[in-house]
């Protein structure tokens, strides 16, 4: 099992960046591919981006491409995930999780965080 634990959201405005991060312990965290997903309220939560053990590979939801980059150090254990340009409607707990292959999928994920808000205003 690895513990997930996710810090750096936050209220910013529309047009503005993040940067959030989720530090992860337990396992050998260089073995699993990384995902960030995202819930916001009264809706199911939603693949945003993931990649692979190495960092070679990575896969993003078509809405955020182009906006958000997904990236690991696997000597920190540590995945990041860097957006840019929000919007308000990406207003959400966003959440990241452990998997042993790339996956968009949430059921592949073996362990997850429990969140950072991420508020955007208009």
């Known amino acids: 099992q690895v513990q997930l634990v996710e810090s750096g959201g936050g209220l910013v405005q529309a047009g503005g960046s993040l940067r959030l991060s989720c530090a992860a312990s337990?396992?050998?965290?260089?073995?699993?591919?990384m995902g960030w997903f995202r819930q916001a309220p009264g809706k199911e939560r939603v693949f945003v981006a993931a990649i692979t053990w190495s960092g070679g590979s990575t896969r993003y939801a078509d809405s955020v491409k182009g906006r958000f980059t997904i990236s690991r150090d696997n000597a920190k254990n540590t995945v990041y995930l860097q957006m840019n340009t929000l919007k308000p409607e990406e207003t959400a707990v966003y959440y990241c999780?452990?998997?042993?292959?790339?996956?968009?999928?949430?059921?592949?994920?073996?362990?997850w965080g429990q969140g950072t808000q991420v508020t955007v205003s208009s």
């Open positions: 999780a452990a998997a042993n292959y790339l996956s968009a999928v949430g059921h592949d994920y073996l362990d």
């Open positions: 337990g396992r050998t965290f260089s073995r699993y591919a």
